[in-house]
């Protein structure tokens, strides 16, 4: 019983990074079709500002949750400025120069914090379930994603500016037509992608020791989540989060952490390939 | 036809010959080697990418795969000759694999690209997992992130204990390197070369008009990765260790950079930007005020800015551009839509 009960958090848990992983990229990538390659280094950011700003006395929940999303998503909005905006629609460049991009953040980050593990503990203390500990961080985690993806839907389907933000990026030349401006749009929207990745970056960093290179354990699997999720935003991010957490932890359990990653990463070449357009264009169709 | 061929074979050796006679006297053999065993590397992506338009993320997963193969190989066998086969056999069998899965499920640009860059990943925390002394592959110990040391190098053939190192080495590489530049010549030469070019072109045209598109991009990602892992098990033979680093992602990063740089649908172009950038990051590895991956980040975002084409087709514009009309006409459709599939 109790077993069952810490496999139960540890599968939500394992789910819920994966959907905190992959959100800023499912709007990088999955909306505005730049693939991001330097996300990982965007959630490095985030982790290290978390770092900073915890070790100039503010309060952690307060420099986790607005702070580095701030500041990351101010980054994204330089970067976007100045590189990825004469690269819209030209995938593969796109691709290169985020990539280029990543190198030039670990390179920055090297420089400015060394080469060496940083971290912070973690804000919420653990509990007992009969003979087990639990991770008391880890429900913080379910609970932010959870929030996060209920945002996510209430902004792209309630609001005015997601429904013109959706709108642009289906038809830009069309909603230039109908007086907003594209321009102004693609970069608001990048604003809060990088922002996404900069607060994913923020809650993950007290459980990871960060190093200037840490944004590339992450990448891989933002990018499998998101690609195998297909064209739907939010049901494919949930979709394919969840097949593949769920995976990867009874993978980890059976065998080792190790195989684990292994598991994910095997389970996402054979969905891609039986899925070549990810899952939501099979199932789920129509949906946001 | 024949006699322009002809004439640049004798091109290639004479200027190949030239460069192997005057680098030594410039920079050290063993720094040499390396270099120009990244130029193969160069070579074994700007093949399949230039002219088969097959992005391919995990070209180190094929590099490593013939590093690796060489040292278990050579450990077991303890001699050269056919761990040096192996390694390139073993590569183009998983690549062949690989790219049929990928190839006749008619996966896109970008989903190849995320497969081969998954491949990589998988590979390497792989074997960076088997420090264990239970992974081994007959007498050799997979050794995880410590990697495969003290294996045997190479030799004559036929003779183990004559070993092929220092200078004599460089010689070997390079030899190597100019007999898979003119492979890479014939082929492209070749009907199947030509083809290949249609496929990068227009897939779809090409498929129409007969040819089994899939069949033939699989074979060119086998060859490309045959190339690789040659380069792969002579990179073994020079560092005398083979390290999970060699699957890493910022190895597979380094080889598309070089290919971008020195200029895709070229094939001296990957071989000059794999030597240049990699001398490069040598030098800069000397000094100690800016970081390293920094300046290799700038330079690909300001390649794909500005000149997203390459230094190689680049200088050649520049040439023609300088000489008027006395140079050929450039080769308008050569170039359009090798990065866009």
Redesign the interface.
């Known amino acids: 019983m109790d077993l069952s009960f810490v496999i139960l958090v540890e599968i939500l848990y394992a789910v819920a990074s994966l959907v905190l992983i992959s959100a800023g990229l499912a709007v990088v990538f999955g909306m505005m079709k730049v693939?991001n390659l330097a996300h990982g280094e965007f959630m490095m950011m985030g982790g290290y500002v978390t770092i900073t700003a915890v070790g100039l006395g503010v309060n952690v929940f307060v420099a986790m949750l607005v702070i580095a999303p701030l500041i990351v998503g101010l980054i994204g909005l330089v970067v976007e400025r100045l590189?990825i905006r004469?690269?819209y629609g030209?995938?593969?460049?796109t691709?290169?120069?985020t990539?280029?991009?990543?190198?030039?953040?670990?390179?920055?980050a090297?420089?400015i914090f060394g080469n060496t593990t940083t971290g912070i503990s973690t804000p919420i203390p653990g509990f007992a379930v009969g003979a087990y500990q639990i991770n008391g961080y880890n429900f913080f985690i379910i609970v932010v994603s959870v929030l996060l993806v209920a945002g996510m839907y209430a902004v792209l389907r309630g609001t005015r500016g997601g429904l013109i933000a959706r709108g642009t990026m289906q038809r830009a030349d069309m909603a230039a037509a109908l007086g907003y401006s594209p321009d102004r749009i693609y970069m608001a929207t990048f604003f809060c992608g990088s922002a996404l990745s900069g607060l994913a970056g923020a809650v993950l960093a007290p459980l990871v020791g960060l190093v200037p290179t840490s944004g590339?354990a992450y990448?891989?699997k933002a990018?499998?989540t998101v690609?195998a999720g297909g064209p739907a935003l939010i049901a494919g991010l949930v979709s394919s989060a969840a097949s593949f957490g769920v995976v990867s932890q009874i993978f980890t359990f059976a065998m080792?952490p190790?195989i684990g990653?292994?598991a994910l990463?095997?389970a996402?070449?054979i969905l891609?390939?039986a899925m070549?357009q990810g899952i939501t264009a099979r199932l789920f169709r129509g949906k946001l | 036809m024949t006699r322009t061929v002809a004439r640049e074979v004798l091109l290639t050796l004479v200027v190949s010959a030239l460069l192997i006679w005057i680098l030594p006297m410039l920079i050290g053999t063993y720094t040499l080697t390396v270099l120009v065993i990244y130029g193969m590397l160069g070579l074994s992506l700007g093949l399949i990418w230039g002219f088969g338009g097959i992005?391919c993320f995990g070209q180190a997963a094929f590099f490593g795969l013939g590093a690796y193969t060489y040292a278990i190989a050579a450990i077991n066998i303890g001699e050269s000759t056919l761990p040096m086969l192996l390694a390139v056999a073993v590569p183009a069998v998983f690549a062949a694999l690989l790219g049929a899965?990928?190839f006749y499920?008619?996966?896109?640009?970008?989903?190849l690209?995320?497969?081969t860059?998954?491949?990589t990943?998988?590979l390497f925390?792989?074997v960076?997992?088997t420090a264990g002394p239970q992974y081994a592959i007959g007498n050799a110990r997979l050794g995880g992130f410590n990697g495969i040391p003290g294996f045997q190098t190479l030799n004559v053939p036929g003779d183990p204990g004559a070993y092929i190192w220092g200078d004599p080495y460089f010689y070997v590489c390079a030899v190597a390197l100019v007999i898979v530049f003119l492979l890479v010549t014939w082929l492209l030469r070749s009907s199947f070369g030509r083809v290949a070019v249609g496929i990068r072109e227009n897939e779809t045209r090409m498929g129409l008009m007969g040819y089994d598109v899939a069949a033939r991009k699989t074979v060119l990602f086998a060859i490309g990765a045959a190339i690789a892992g040659l380069a792969g098990a002579l990179f073994a033979n020079w560092a005398e260790i083979v390290t999970p680093n060699l699957f890493s992602?910022g190895q597979s990063?380094e080889i598309?950079?070089w290919c971008?740089v020195g200029g895709l649908g070229t094939r001296i172009g990957p071989i000059l930007g794999a030597a240049g950038l990699a001398y490069l990051k040598f030098l800069l590895g000397q000094q100690s005020l800016?970081?390293?991956?920094?300046?290799?980040?700038?330079?690909?975002?300001?390649f794909?800015?500005f000149l997203?084409r390459g230094l190689a087709p680049a200088v050649a514009a520049l040439i023609r551009a300088v000489f008027g009309r006395a140079g050929r006409k450039p080769d308008l459709r050569r170039m359009r839509r090798v990065?866009?599939g």
């Open positions: 693939i590189v004469h690269l030209r995938l593969v460049d691709m290169l120069a990539w280029g991009l990543s190198l030039v953040f670990i390179g920055l090297t420089m590339g990448i891989a990018f499998i690609i080792s190790v990653e292994v990463l095997v996402a070449v891609l390939r070549p | 992005l899965m990928m499920g008619r996966l896109g640009d970008v989903y690209g995320v497969i860059l998954v491949v990943l998988i925390k792989f960076n997992s992602l990063a598309i950079i971008i800016i970081d390293n991956t920094l300046i290799t980040g700038l330079i690909l975002v300001l794909v800015l997203p990065r866009h």
